[in-house]
């Protein structure tokens, strides 16, 4: 199996969850709660995917 979109979905969500906690300052009231869940939606999805693909290896 082909692991090259999931490597880059990971990569993609943790680069947005490191920018969002550099720069949770300088972001608005109304967007920082939502874009803040969002990007913890994706770093729980990106590390349910890396398990899955680690369990798919092994077997």
Not at 22 to 39: D, F, G, Y
Not at 46 to 58: D, K, N, R, T, Y
Request: glycine share 2%; aromatic share 6%; hydrophobic share 60%.
């Amino acid at each position: 199996m082909d692991t090259t979109n999931a490597v880059i979905f990971i990569i993609a969500s943790f680069c947005l969850a490191a920018v969002v906690l550099m720069n949770r300052e300088r972001l608005n009231e109304k967007v920082r709660r939502p874009l803040a869940i969002s990007t913890i939606v994706l770093v729980a999805v990106s590390f349910v995917v890396l398990v899955a693909s680690l369990f798919q290896m092994g077997t």
